[in-house]
Every structure is written in C-alpha cells, then in structure tokens.
C-alpha cells in the first residue's frame, strides 16, 4: 500500500476490456456531425463561398463560414490564464478564418445528417481566394519584404529574448589562445504527437442554454475558459467534461476544435453536434513540435574544459501563436542549465510565424530540441578535444548545487552523474568505444550518449496551482476528485497511492473519480508539463493532511481520546503508542453520517499554489549497428536512466519511459512532416508519417537513481516528459562513433544517411 | 462511415463479368484493403462496387499434373505464406506476400488485388515477374492468358478489361524447378510499409553450383511498372558465382532501370538501393538455390 509499490493501474481492467467510456463512446444517438472545410492555399484572403452545390446535398442541414462567426480573435494555449494583459497569451485566431494562413486553415464547417451527407457537401464548396505567396521556412518569413502572417507582427517576428551569463560575450572568450573553435547549425523537425484518440468532441445546450461539450482534452478547465472567450459570453455558461482520453502529449493542451463545436450547436438551435476529426487532418490541421533551426558557436580547451557558447535559436511557430514563444525560451534555457561555460554563454531566441502548421506544445516542450543542439554539439566539441565523451561530460555537465540564475530555482535533489555511471556500466561504453574504434567495411557499429536535465513544473515562468477534493463515504471509504486529469498517463493510480500513503486507507477503498466536469470537478489547469504528481500531488497532500484531521477529530470525539494520540493505518483508527487498532473507518464513517449526537459529512478540498520547482535529469545510452549502403539505423541496444526522484508506482514510471524511448526513436531515425512548396502537407497520414512500429524497436532498457527531492510532495520529481529528451542525440551521437559522420539535422533517415555516407566516401 | 453509392456482391465469375459489363463506372473490391483507403480518402468517393469477395471459385492453390502451379487471385497473402505448396517450390513469393503492410492487411488482402491494382511498389509482382507467372483474365467473350511482362500498361494502368476479372495465376514448372529465389523489399521501417524499393531475384545454378546458369532479376519501384532487367540477367548467363558477378549484377541493373524521384525517395538514392539490394538479393539466392558464396 502506498507510495513506491507497484501497484497495477486503477483503469486496467476498464481500459482492457473496453469498459473505459471514451468522448465517441459517449455519445448519444441522434447526434448531428460536423465537417470542417479546410483551406487549399497557404497564405491569402478568403473571398467569397458559392455553397449552392453543397447545400444540395440530402441530409445537410447548414454550413457555417469564416463570414458568420463572432469577429473575436482568441488563444488556443493550454495556459493558466493571466489577469495582467501583458502575460497574456497571443489572441490570433478565431473560429473560423478568412485570412488564411497554412494549407488547412479552417474556413468553414458543414453540419449534417451523417458523416457521408457532411463530407460530401464539404468537397463541393466552392472558394474564392485573393492568393500571397506563402512563407514556409523562418528565413523566408525573416527576408526583407516577406508578406506578415499577421498584421500585428509587420516582421513576423512573434517575439525575440536574449539573455547572457557570466561575461555574455562569446566573440570576446572566443579570442583566448589555443582554443578550439566550432561554429555549427543544427535542425530539428516539424513531427506529431500521434496520440491514438484523434480529437473529438460532442455539443449542445441543456435546457437553461448552458453549452455542453464532451471532449478528448488534457485541460477542461482552460478549454472552458477559451470557448468563453471565443464566444464571447460568460465562462459558466460552458460545461466541459473531460472522460477516458486516447493521449494528447501536448496536443489537447491546446483548444483545438471545441470552440468551434460549441459554436456551431448554437447555430443548429442547441442541438447535439459532434465534430471529430480524421487521422489526415489531425496530422495536417492540429499541432505539431516546433521545427527549430540552432545556430551554435562554442569554445573548448584542448583540456576540455568549456570556455563560452553562444545559440541562437530560430523556432517556426506555424500560422497561429499557440504556445508561442514558450517552446524557443524554453530550449535556449536548458542550453544554458545543462553545461556551465567558464566564462559564459549569451543565447538569442526568434520565435517565428510562417504559413505552416501551428506548432504547439509537445511532450518534452522545446526541450527534445533543445537537447539535440545542446547534445550534438557537446559530441562535436568532446570529439575535438579527443576526450572520451562521457569523461567529457562528467567534466562539463551541471554540478548539484546548480540554481538557475535567472529562474532562481536549481537541483533541489541531484542524481544525474549517478545515472551516468549506471548507464556507462549497463551499455559497457569503455569496452564497447574501444571495440569499435577502427572498424572497416560497409556495416558498423557504435555507442553514443546524451544527457539532459528538465524542470518539473512550470514556476516561476507561469502560474502553478491545482485543488482536490475528499469525500468520505458511508463505509469509510472515499472519493478523490483532482482537477488534473487522467491522459493515460497513470495520474489516476499514483493519485491513489498518493491518498493511501498519506491517510491510511487502502487503495482498494479509494476511488479517482476519473471525468473531469467542470461543474463539478475542482479547478486545475490540467495535465501538462511534468506537473501533475508534483504539483497536483501537493493539492492531494494537503488536502489528505485536512481530511485526515478531521477524520482524527472525529475519533477523538468518538473515542474520548486525544487526537494527537492517533493515527490512521490499513482503515483503522489506531493508537500511535501501541498501535493497536481502536476503530474501523466503517464505523467511524458511518457513525459520522448518521449519529444523532454530531452527524457530519467528512470532506476536504484545498488548492495548493506552487511556488517551488526542481530539475529532474537523466541519460540515454544507445548502441547502434548502421549498414551504410542502405543507409539504415538498427538499434541493438538501448537504456534510459533517470533521476526522477522516488517513484511513486516504479511499473508506471518503467512504462513512462518505454514509451518516451519509442517516441525518441522516432524522433531520432524515422519521423517528419513534409510538405510542397506551396505548403500542402504530404505525408498527413500513418503509412507516409514513419513512427517506428514494434518491428523497428529493440527492447527498451530503464533504470533509475531515487534520491529523495525535498520540495516533492512524496520525494518525487518530473518523469512524464524527460524519456522522449535524450534519445535522438544519443542516437546520433551513435551513429557518428560508428561511421565517423556527424549528422546534424533529425531525422537521421536513410536517404539523408546515404547522401551523408556518399559525401563521406564511405559508399 | 464510407461514402459507397451502391454495392453488388457477385454469385460466382460470370455474375461479376456481367455486373461490371452493366456498371461502365464500378470498381471490383475483393479484399478491400486499397479500395476501401482510396474511398476513405474521398479519390472513390460515392463510387459503385461489384464485388467478388467470398467467391469461392476465385481461392486456393493448387498444381497441375504437369507441375503448373495455378494460384487463384482471391488468395489472401496470409493463405499464399502458409500454403505447402508454395512453401515447398516458390518459397519466395510467400517469403514476398509475408511483407505486405501488417498481419491485418495480409489477412484480407489478395494477391489478385496486389497484381491489378497496377502500382509498381506491389510486394507479390516483382517476384511474379521473376517467375513469369502468367495471368488468365475471364470476360464477356471467354478467357484470355497474360504474360505478366505484358499486363503492366504504366503507374495504375493494366491490360484488363473494365469488365474482365482475375482468375488465375499461374507459374509453369520450368520457372521455378531447380531456382532459388529471394525478395528484399525496402521500406523506411520493418513493418507497416509500402516499398521505397523492391527486389526480386530467381536464379538457376550450373548442376556444378557453381556458375549462373539462368537468373532473373526483377524489380519494383525501380521505374512505373514492376520490371526485369533482360539484358543484365543475358549477360551474366554462365558468369562464375564471384565479385565481378555480383558486380556485373548491380551496375547492369542501373543501365536498364528508370527510378523517379519524389517526396517518398529521390532518384539518387533508388538508385544506390537497385545497385546494392540486386546484390544482396542475388547473393541470397545462390545460397537459396544450394550455391555458396566463396564457390
């Protein structure tokens, strides 16, 4: 019982025999169906519709276009909302939109019948464009006399930061004799959550007129808010309920199409209407990860040790804000937090619109990036130097003790060099880097690493606050309701754990009431970050500290025995002296509800507002066997270590990180979104978008160092996003030990390997 | 749901013929695994179907008593795998039909289906074309057979008929008897893929083992339509097993293929991939026809 227990997941068995009620599932017979019309040019005006064709169509009812939705633009992040104007996320976008700017914008909607009446109506839609050349990549959004995405951002810049550290004059160390020097661009991809559960969502109105909407989302409560504002009317007039949900990895951490739903159900009379979209479109019309384009200079001495950096960072952020320039600030501070510079680093970071797919949160939020540039570029300078790359590392990397100089916060627990070790021993990196060290012929193998280090919540940057809510039942058992939200992720069994260890009850009598209501449900911005165990866990301590004194108030009344004497274990009252158990919870319980001398309700609720935050870090070590005349990549073997804190569930954290490795092989080897030249995507699908499949995955390796971090509820720390981070830069780094080619732009195909091998003269 | 204007499930073969000869406009779905993604993807939307699932007479292998092996074209690529007659004299093309797109798809789609379809990327046609597999076609006006070299007319177009069907395939003994064959087949992954490039080899040994005495070398995504390359298999007839052979093999194939490039691969890297898969593929071959490399 309790934290640290491998406990299976309260959702098991509803999730294996298809018990779990997901939005689809949901919904009730009779329902109209949406269709979104999209936009088939990247950057322009829409004019004008000729919808007579498509109003033929038998079983369509309307058709909503960019001309009839409410001329209010509004944010889409799935950030806490800010009362100072100025913190505020970018209001760029509205329901549906005239000015078009990606391929797939949305321009209108169909609502009918069925999905064949709908579909078909939304092909014969005829459009008028007033047509601008699109802008796809940053430097083309940056040239002179680009056409703005946005008129309010004349140079489409959405916003620049610098910051420095120490001198903050890269070309100044640069200048010390002897150093070496390396001065480098490095790429990132465009690529997806690929979250199992397309968005989908249902609307109506009840009979007051309050806005229903079911929906696969990671945060109810900022979607109500933003369909509030998309609206144009009051927040409580909306009602999101959150059920079971198929992933979201960052993408429903951003209001997707709920605004429009609730919309258009107000068009239809508040009748039920259910928008949900196709596979094609959530590649194409969603979210994506920022392709980042890094510009990095660095200074070595021939001793190793890191004199200067410098970055610039250059982030497509796609046609609308979304997240926003969150993701470059992002990567350019972990650069920072990963190696300290003798004499210091300065880092440039240009967020950028372009007439291409909105980018967004994506598990890891900048970081998975961040690390590539950081991770590469830390290979090229160890390679320089000669010096093996792990020793490099230990050398160089953050120190415990480390404080962020500018967030103020550090390693407030610190087991990163210990995951070094553990992983340098698990993957045999001093025998296998001399066993490969002059290999010849056309198939060759490697080991290579990465490091990294990740911020558990988001203070001080935003606010971090989340509730809970304790409900004692008649039989002593209870009910938890959390705001943060269960995505698959396993909140909902490390909650539990979390209640069983700080009350005593046992988790076979605690319930995680899983639906998010925003009626009922007690507030929390939602599953984002690395935040819901460390943060949301707070709000379930503290308010598991209220229910259990007045739990133990009760049994003192009950028992005529002081209630600092006492204490809650396996659903007794017992005493603390002797332990011995005096009372049931049953009976307390019921006694509670029903006696006739004190009859009260036993309940808690409490919000903790977060001011802390800590560094979770960790490694990847991958060996990699590359057949250069194919240009293919197998991964023979490969291991995360993290330094995670204590685990509250240790078979949950394992699957955490099966799962960021997979999704970092992805990254590293297969995954990209391509698109022509005019912006139209071309490859929105899961045959032509490569996510590796089992065939293409080694087993995946995991270990932990669990150092107790003080400011965690239960000595736990960030692991939801750390796994996807390391993985990519190991990879390459890999590749590079095995065939002596630097790759410095993901993914690390086969033809983008072969031509790199051909350059080489390796093939 | 899929936007399907009208649907016709055929009786037997003469049923279809007549329902596609009365439907200028319907398409035959037998398995559905193409046809059904290109109505989803709106490209058939509203479309007519025949159907000819289910038809009993379309499925099976068997062998004739002069050793032709007939495969019937509604034969899922699961059945032509597990199937002891292919397992036993073209192990290849179950080895090939094995790599279609996952278990699912290859437990509904058919090796008919794969062959009309028409694309060049078809996992079963480069090593039909390596055993000259011939294609019997059934229309109004009876039946006729096609070399499997002729029935390719460019990307998605064939020789058949709006209103013929598929009913046979077959391989005569003498194109495989004594050959050992293997396909590679490259995909940017293991699983779940269509081919960036496929290769085929067939290939008969001197009684020796140790020279060529007849090889076929096929292709698929090498140009619009699966292909062989003629010249380069005449010109290494009775070739010793050894590096210039193979040598021979991958610059041969690049003089006669004819890659394009797109968004899926450029024409460079088709290119290095035809050179090095013929290789690799001829090499498994010799060893699968009881050669051995060092010979």
Redo the contacts between chains.
Sequence with gaps: MGVGKKIDRVDAYAKVTGEAKYSADLAPDGLLVARVVHSKIANGLVKSFDLDEALKVPGVVKIVTCFDVPDIQFPTAGHPWSVEAAHQDVQDRKILNQRVRFYGDDIAAVIAE???AA??AA?LIKVVYEEYPPVLTVDEAMAEGAVPVHSEYPDNILKHTRFTVGDGDFEKAAKENGLLLIDKVYETQRVQHCHIEVPVSFAYQDANGKIVVTTSTQIPHIVRRVIGQALGIPWGKIRVIKPYIGGGFGNKQDVLYEPLNAFLCTQVGGRGVRLELTREETLACTRVRHAVKFHAKAAVRPDGTLVSRKLEVFSNQGAYASHGHAIAANAANMFKQLYQDEKGLEADSYTVYTNSATAGAMRGYGIPQSDFVTEALTEDLARLTGIDPLEYRLKNCVKEGYVDPHLKFGFESYGLKECILKGRDFIHWDEKRAEYKDQTGPVRRGVGMAIFCYKTGVYPISLETASCRMVLNQDGSLQIQMGATEIGQGADTVFSQMAAESLGITEDRIYVVSTQDTDITPFDTGAYASRQTYVSGKALKKTAEQLKAKILDYASYKLKLPAEGLDIRDNYIVSMADNKSLLSMEELATEAFYSLDRSVHITAEATYHCKENTFASGVCFAEVEVDM???KVKVLNIINVHDSGILINPKLAEAQVHGGISMGIGYGL?EIL?Y?KNGKP??DN???Y?M?????TPDLHVDFVQINDPTGPYGNKALGEPPAIPVAPALRNAVLHATGVAVDSLPL???KL??HF?AAGL? | ???IEKIYQAKDVPDAVRALAENPDAVVISGGSDVLIQIRE?RL??CSLVSIHNIAELKGIEMDKDGTILIRPATSFSHITNNDIIKKYIPVLGDAVDQVGSPQIRNIGTVGGNVCNGVTSADSASTLFALNAVLELTGENGTRQVPIGQFYKGPGKTVREHSEILTAIRITKDNYDGFGGHYIK?G???????A?LGCSVSVKLTPDKKAIEDLRLAYGVAAPTPMRCTETESAVKEMKISPELFEKVGKGALAEVNPRSS????K??RL??IE??GKRALKQAIINAGGTLDA
């Design positions: 069925d999905e064949v579909s078909r092909r005349p194919l240009g297969s391509l022509d071309l490859n899961l045959l032509d490569k590796p499949t089992s065939m293409d195909d086969p033809q072969v031509e051909k093939i | 749901m899929y936007d709106g939307a509203g490259y940017k992954r293991n699983a779940m893929e269509i960036t968004w899926r691969a450029s460079e890297f290095q991939l090095e898969l």
